[in-house]
């Protein structure tokens, strides 16, 4: 394979023909040269004649002035042939080893920047997905927390809802008894002094005293000795249900601490039972004796 340097001009083989053809060229000028000032060098031929005339003779015609011809030209200066200069081929150029190297090193450069750059891009990318999942499940437990607490709001208030409506419901069934109740009073007919509650008066049993003196005796607790057997009597009104609403102290055993006793029992004691036939007895006025 040819090391030649293609920019370089083509090597020159022979200089003869070019020699000679440089030399015809100038014979040929030169001649060409020579004939243009040769064919001017003759002088024009002049032409005389007489004119006999007779008659009075005219002036004869002023001689015509034949131009004087131009100066033959010069011939041009000729030039030698200027030599033909052969460049002198140049060695092939060597490459250098330096460049070389310092080539590979920018590729190599170039090839890492580009790894990293796609290392970035990729880890920028792993980073950004991180992000998104970790925002789709901050958004998931927030919904998930907010729904919770709907549930929990929406199980409160249904909660209040069902224990309004069992407040309204034993509300107006207490509205109902009260009615009921206070259409008895209204029905009653007893005297003015009466203050039962039930339509018409009647006795009690004759064991229903009895009954409520043992409902009453196991509550009563002395402080203090009593002297004697005094007797206390008690007037104890009661509601339809039995339940004691008043007590009145109507004789006194004598004895403060008897009495008091007697009183905090009855507190104690809180609701009597119904009678035999399953009526309350309001007002009842019992007496009590320590040693009975």
């Given at each position: ?34 004939f ?78 580009a ?21 789709a ?44 109740r ?25 064991g ?47 004895s ?37």
């Open positions: 394979m040819s090391k030649r340097d293609p920019f370089m001009p083509p090597r020159v083989q022979r200089t003869g023909p070019a020699l000679g053809l440089a030399v015809l060229a100038h014979l040929l000028l030169i001649a060409a040269l020579a243009g000032v040769n064919w001017r060098d003759t002088e024009p031929t002049s032409i005389a004649a007489e004119l006999w005339s007779a008659v009075p003779q005219a002036a004869a015609p002023r001689a015509v002035e034949v131009p004087t011809p131009p100066p033959a030209p010069q011939p041009a200066e000729v030039r030698k042939p200027e030599p033909v200069v052969v460049p002198k081929p140049q060695a092939p150029a060597v490459p250098d080893p330096q460049i070389a190297i310092e080539k590979a090193k920018r590729e190599e450069a170039k090839r890492r920047q790894e990293e750059d796609e290392k970035a891009r990729q880890e920028k990318l792993a980073d950004e997905k991180r992000e998104k999942e970790e925002l499940k901050k958004k998931a437990a927030a919904d998930k927390l907010a729904k919770e607490k709907a549930d929990a709001e929406k199980a409160d208030k249904l909660a209040k809802e069902k224990a309004d409506k069992a407040e309204a419901t034993r509300q107006a069934a207490l509205r109902e008894a009260n009615l009921k206070m259409q008895g009073l209204a029905d009653a007919t007893g005297g003015p002094t009466d203050s039962g509650t039930a339509l018409q008066s009647s006795a009690p049993s004759a229903y005293a009895g009954r409520i003196v043992a409902r009453i005796r196991p509550n009563i607790v002395l402080t203090d000795p009593v002297n004697g057997n005094p007797r206390a009597v008690v007037e104890i009104k009661l509601a339809p249900d039995g339940t004691i609403i008043d007590k009145t102290l109507r004789e006194s055993s004598g403060k601490t008897w009495d008091e006793a007697v009183l905090r029992a009855i507190d104690r004691t809180g609701i009597l039972p119904r009678d035999v036939d399953g009526r309350v007895r309001t007002p009842i006025v019992i007496g009590f004796r320590p040693n009975d």
